[in-house]
């Protein structure tokens, strides 16, 4: 999964299987919330969802609380179609359009 973090990069977070119920019902679509007692790991591999070289990993002490802020306007970075025809959009990061 990609978060947006409160600088407004996209960061990568992953969880054990066993932990998504808890995490559907924690972070739902469209609200914001604070996450607190994560894991942070390198990122490996060539495809990568953010160009960041680490990821936030989910763990049964993670918590999950509502947050005040709820400005989504610095947080959406589109690649433009230009970049994408014309090659210099980074293809090893996912792009969202």
Known sequence: MVLADQTGAKD??????????RV?????LGKWRVIQNT??????????PTKLGYKMNITNDTVFTDSDLTDDS??????SYE???NGSADTK?????
């Open 12 to 21: 990568q977070c992953s969880c054990k299987r066993t932990l998504i119920k």
């Open 24 to 28: 559907q019902r924690n972070l739902p």
């Open 39 to 48: 894991k942070i790991s390198g990122t490996s591999g060539k495809y990568k």
């Open 74 to 79: 610095s947080f959406l970075s589109l690649a």
């Open 83 to 85: 970049e994408i025809l």
């Open 93 to 97: 990061c996912l792009i969202g359009i």
